[in-house]
């Protein structure tokens, strides 16, 4: 099945006509958020939970034989089911193994023998899709060399959401700058908002050729200055950073210290890298078994009361991911004083 655009894509959208298999590929993270959210949006809001999955590959519930089996399952109020599959790359696109320099890969198909995953059960679904599900795969990247990329390839309509690039010879930075820039204009217009010429500069520069950060700064920049109709360069220097070192710590130091707004902005911008949001939780949940309990035992029952609530409203579609890890970093930021922050970066 062909590619199709993503004006065709949205029209299926609106239309609640939605495809059986579909692949949304691409670097432009946010945008491919919204639109998993407009596909969500055409199950009316009361029978979500028992109407939509959310998994990630390879982890658990996220294994072939695990996607083909809620593909399968029919549904249990209304007409249609959901399933989307985030992180995909992990199967469409995974890390290989090392192998000798001596060894060649004569056949294609034959790297899916470095992950040792039974791709057979949902090879078997995609040449047979269910007609009342919609199986949506969300990938950053795909290897269309293997087997069974090339089979949900050939099977599925696949919307490329394309980065603004960055790097290569000085015509592909402007390319890339030039398309950053409409990318803004847009967003602009459709806010009912100008922003001035110097501060589009500023918010371009600083997103380095990232889409997710431009896209990330935008948002971030439109609620800052609500009730404005122009963006000055002022706003964009006060509300966006420049590109800095991540530490994968930060959310967990904040809510030590008891800084939930710290601690939530730093749970932003992991969410908005694209990390899984099941990893966040499992590293605060790490912490709390093994950190927060020597420290600070008057926290732990309470921590863990709220990490067995989040995990479960995540495993059973309870609610918006990010809206939840947010209410989780909130309530385990509450509490009796801080405690000692044993993490740093680097």
Do not use: C
């Not at 060894?103 to 949902?122: G, S, Y």
């Not at 204009?185 to 371009?204: C, F, K, N, Q, S």
């Not at 709390?288 to 309470?302: D, E, F, H, T, W």
């Not at 479960?312 to 309530?331: F, I, P, Q, T």
């Amino acid at each position: 099945m062909p590619a199709i655009d993503f004006s065709a894509f949205r029209q299926q959208i609106h239309g609640r006509k939605l495809a059986p298999l579909y692949v949304l590929v691409g670097e432009d993270v946010k945008l491919i958020e919204r639109m998993v959210d407009a596909i969500e949006a055409t199950i009316d809001e009361p029978d979500r939970p028992f109407a939509i999955d959310r998994v990630y590959a390879a982890e658990p519930g996220g294994w072939p034989i695990d996607i083909a089996a809620s593909a399968r399952a029919l549904p249990m109020l209304g007409d249609r089911r959901i399933v989307i599959v985030l992180r995909a790359e992990r199967l469409l696109k995974p890390k290989r193994a090392a192998r000798s320099v001596d060894v060649e890969d004569a056949d294609p198909d034959a790297a899916e023998e470095d992950t040792a995953i039974d791709f057979a059960p949902l090879e078997e679904y995609v040449n047979d899709p269910v007609p009342s599900t919609s199986l949506v795969f969300v990938a950053t990247a795909i290897d269309r060399a293997r087997r069974f990329s090339k089979r949900l390839d050939a099977r599925a309509q696949v919307v490329s959401f394309g980065g603004i690039g960055a790097g290569g010879a000085p015509g592909a930075r402007q390319d890339a700058r030039s398309v950053a820039t409409d990318l803004v204009r847009g967003e602009m217009t459709h806010a009912g908002r100008t922003i001035d010429p110097p501060a589009l500069a500023l918010l371009v520069d600083r997103a380095g050729g990232d889409i997710t950060k431009l896209r990330g700064d935008l948002e971030r920049l439109l609620l800052y200055t609500e009730g404005q109709k122009r963006i000055s360069r002022e706003d964009v220097s006060e509300i966006v950073s420049e590109g800095a070192p991540e530490d994968d710590w930060a959310v967990v130091n904040a809510i030590a210290d008891q800084n939930a707004a710290r601690a939530l902005e730093e749970a932003g911008r992991r969410l908005d890298r694209g990390d899984s949001v099941h990893m966040l939780v499992g590293q605060l949940r790490w912490w709390v078994s093994n950190r927060l309990v020597q420290m600070a035992p008057g926290r732990v029952r309470p921590a863990i009361d709220a990490l067995l609530r989040t995990d479960l409203a995540l495993k059973s579609s309870g609610g918006d991911e990010r809206v939840l890890v947010e209410r989780l970093v909130v309530e385990l930021a509450a509490g009796g004083g801080p405690v000692s922050r044993p993490f740093r970066a680097g």
